[in-house]
């Protein structure tokens, strides 16, 4: 199984001040490595031309390209 990092942005359940549950269901949040990779996504959607000489790539060699910044970001991240 490949590694997602854990959640990016969990969220527990949570009282109100006037102890009534607003929100009793926790939320795992979005996998980090789908965080990751769209951060690698805006940056790459960002400078592209610059980059590329006006080569055309196809949204899925940039989805691929951006999960293996992503993989490479959790790889990173798990050295001590």
Do not use: H
Request: with cysteine; net charge negative.
């Amino acid at each position: 199984m490949k590694n997602d990092g854990g959640p990016a942005f969990p969220v527990a359940g949570f009282v109100s001040p006037y102890d009534q549950q607003i929100d009793p269901w926790p939320t795992p949040g979005m996998p980090l490595r789908d965080w990751f990779a769209g951060k690698a996504l805006i940056g790459l959607t960002s400078s592209i031309r610059a980059c590329t000489d006006g080569e055309d790539y196809s949204p899925e060699q940039m989805a691929e390209y951006c999960y293996e910044c992503a993989d490479a970001m959790l790889a990173e991240r798990d050295k001590p």
